[in-house]
């Protein structure tokens, strides 16, 4: 079956995966040729947490995320230039230099925000084979025709193009955005192998059957989630703006080939907006990671500000929301940091009224919610709660005990402990003047130290 609206209930006589036990995941990825925005990373957010929720469940996983390194061109369809050859001529460099520093670049980013990478995460330009293999099957099946620019895909021989969006062909319209290509039967009709232009050397570009060029962007995401998935699988993420014409070609492929929907469910989240409007390079909103690390915001509080709202509504971003998520989630830390105790059994009523909310369409707030009940409980002893949080923190990947154990091994230091001894003493002695310049000196071992009932307690500098 196919999952027309953007909801996921996880209750067992609605989700039927075709493994039992078993979930496979394709989320669409970053497309590497600049650094990608915290709206684009609210959808690869989303796609943790689709992934989280299974693991969560026991399932095992099969996740694919793509990395886009060649074949997406600037009007996000069929026409315009490629964004990696676009991007290697403005900052002069080889197309392949952008896609590995990108590429890179949001690697290193997925790590600080706690986002557990996908069990695969092919390049386009590593699966030229397979997509133009697929072209092929197309081609052989009766779905394509050839311009003087690409090979086709013709729309109109599918009778439910459009279902994904709940969209009639007749009323998909074409040039809003980019001059009308006349070639095409179809306004809908999408390229599936772009032909390298005459007199023209791209730095990407492959023989094929059809001539010398490069695939179109959508056939990449049919041809490798099939290629690791099979066809077809259970889900398939990505934001909301794909949703019109990149997965309702996907789709299209899909069909034309092995006479399927691709994916059992398909699943939507919504936008960011910026100071409730749109984020735009125009508007100079347009914020990465390394922006907020440079506001001194922790990437993990983005992950907490995306995790109060529902994937299915747009979440306005504001510099004061995100200090706010920072302050709750360094609240909830110096909770468990305060008042730490050895772990022992997690309350089940309390995971299962987290599981609960999980499970109504992935409600995070409601989740949150449920944490916060758990961190306030007073009647809970701490080693229960402990036990409790750090069970639901395997969903909310606030890496919550990464604190104790970073203090742990710190104060098992020879050069930390010492220091620690020589602080006690002096604030024995009341030599105030030393126990503050020997708490800078921890500090500049990148730890904080507050006295406490317990004694000496570390953690690292926020």
Known sequence: MIQFTNSLSRKKEDFKPLKDLEVGIYSCGPTVYHTASIGNFRAFLFADFVHRLFEFDGYKIKHVMNITDVGHLT???????????????????????????????????????????????????????????????????????????????????LDDYGKLSNQKLEDKEEGARVQVNKEKKNSSDFALWKFSKEGEKRQMEWESPWGVGFPGWH??????????????????????????????????????????????????????????GKMSKSLNNVYS???????????????????GAHYRSPINFTWEAVDAAQNALNNLRDAIWMHFAAPTESDNIAIQRFRDKLHDDLD???ALAVLWDVAKDKEMNWSTKLATLFEMDGFLGFNLD????????????????????????????????????????????GLVVEDHPKGQLLRPVR
């Open 219 to 276: 056939i990449e995401c049919s041809a490798m989630s099939i290629e690791y998935l099979g066809s077809p699988f259970d889900i398939h993420t990505g934001g909301m703006d794909l949703g019109p014409v990149h997965h309702e070609n996907e789709i299209a492929q899909t069909q034309g080939v092995y006479k399927n929907n691709q994916s059992n469910y398909w699943l939507h989240n919504e936008f960011i907006l910026i100071d409730g």
């Open 289 to 307: 990671i390394d922006d907020l690390i440079e506001r001194g915001i922790d990437p993990l509080a983005f992950r907490y500000f995306t995790l």
């Open 75 to 157: 009007d996000d369809g069929s026409d315009g230039d490629d964004k990696m050859e676009k991007a290697a001529a403005k900052e002069g460099k080889t197309a392949w230099d952008i896609a590995e520093f990108y590429t890179n670049q949001f690697l290193t980013d997925m790590d600080r925000l706690n986002i557990k990478r996908p069990d695969v995460m092919p390049k386009a330009t590593d699966h030229i084979e397979q997509q133009i293999k697929m072209v092929g099957e197309l081609e052989g099946n009766g779905y394509t025709y050839k311009t003087s620019d690409g090979i086709y895909f013709d729309t109109s021989k």
């Open 364 to 366: 995070t707030p409601g």
């Open 402 to 445: 990464g604190e104790l154990r970073a203090a742990q091994e710190a104060g098992a230091r020879e050069d930390v402990q010492a220091i620690l001894d020589k602080r006690k003493d002096a604030r024995a002695q009341k030599d105030f003047d030393a126990s503050d310049s020997l708490r800078d000196e921890l500090k500049a071992l």
